[in-house]
């Protein structure tokens, strides 16, 4: 069961556009939403977060936003620069009790960024 | 002055031998993860520890059993390797519990069973 959900595999955008990625989720318990950034043969890096009591974060270029009604949420890169080509994760953070939480990924998107 | 190393980086090994890899962080992190990305890049939480004392365990195999010998170590022991345990595994750690912090990832270990 697929909790959370990047139902576009690839995106690709021209240097200095907007880059819209995409996550869909069934649980309406998940309490905060992650997106993090990988690079070939490395590990996934953090980008931005938030909570589900919000409807938007943003930091420099990044913006997450949140629809709970639509259990939805987006990334937007403003402007996109090759160097954001990477695979985009997804994740939700779900209580696993005794003060801990998991998270839960999606499958990831590739954003190809060309100049 | 890697944050989160990872021991070994590739893994080749035959059906049925018992291998280890090993995690590091240098963060002063609290809580460190195991992490599993199958073929089709799903990416999976196995267990989690928190100074030393295992806090997650997800169904996995008890073929699978991580150790933690200091809470800057957590080593990860699979007996029996099958076909299906061919993954990539990340280790991860973080400050506190709650994974809405931060999680650094090491650079994973891409394990092969033949």
């Known amino acids: 069961d697929q909790q959370v959900k990047q139902n576009s595999p690839s995106l690709s955008v021209q240097e200095g556009r907007i880059s819209i990625l995409n996550c869909d989720y069934t649980?309406?318990?998940?309490?905060?939403f992650l997106w993090y950034k990988k690079y070939p043969a490395e590990g996934p890096t953090f980008l931005i977060s938030?909570?589900?009591?919000?409807d938007k974060n943003e930091d420099g270029r990044f913006t997450v936003f949140l629809n709970k009604s639509a259990k939805h949420l987006s990334l937007h890169i403003v402007p996109s620069q090759p160097g954001d080509s990477a695979v985009y994760f997804c994740?939700?953070?779900?209580?696993?009790?005794?003060?801990?939480?998991?998270?839960?990924f999606g499958t990831g998107t590739l954003l190809a960024v060309q100049p | 002055d890697t944050a989160v190393s990872q021991t070994p980086k590739y893994l080749v090994t035959q059906m049925g031998n018992d291998k280890s890899i090993k995690c590091e962080q240098n963060?002063?992190?609290?809580?460190m993860y195991w992490y599993k990305q199958d073929s089709k890049k799903f990416l999976k939480i196995m267990f989690s520890?928190?100074?030393?004392?295992?806090?997650i365990n997800e169904t996995v195999p008890n073929r699978f059993s991580p150790k933690s010998p200091d809470k800057a170590h957590l080593n990860l022991h699979i007996n029996s390797l099958e076909l299906g345990d061919s993954a990539v595994y990340f280790c991860?750690?973080?400050?506190?519990?709650?994974?809405?912090?931060?999680?650094?990832f090491g650079p994973g270990t891409r394990l092969t069973v033949l």
């Open positions: 991860a750690s973080t400050r506190g519990t709650t994974s809405y912090n931060e999680q650094f």
């Open positions: 649980n309406s318990m998940f309490d905060y």
């Open positions: 938030i909570s589900s009591i919000k």
């Open positions: 994740a939700a953070s779900l209580d696993y009790g005794g003060a801990t939480n998991k998270l839960i």
């Open positions: 963060l002063g992190h609290d809580t």
């Open positions: 520890y928190n100074n030393k004392e295992l806090i």
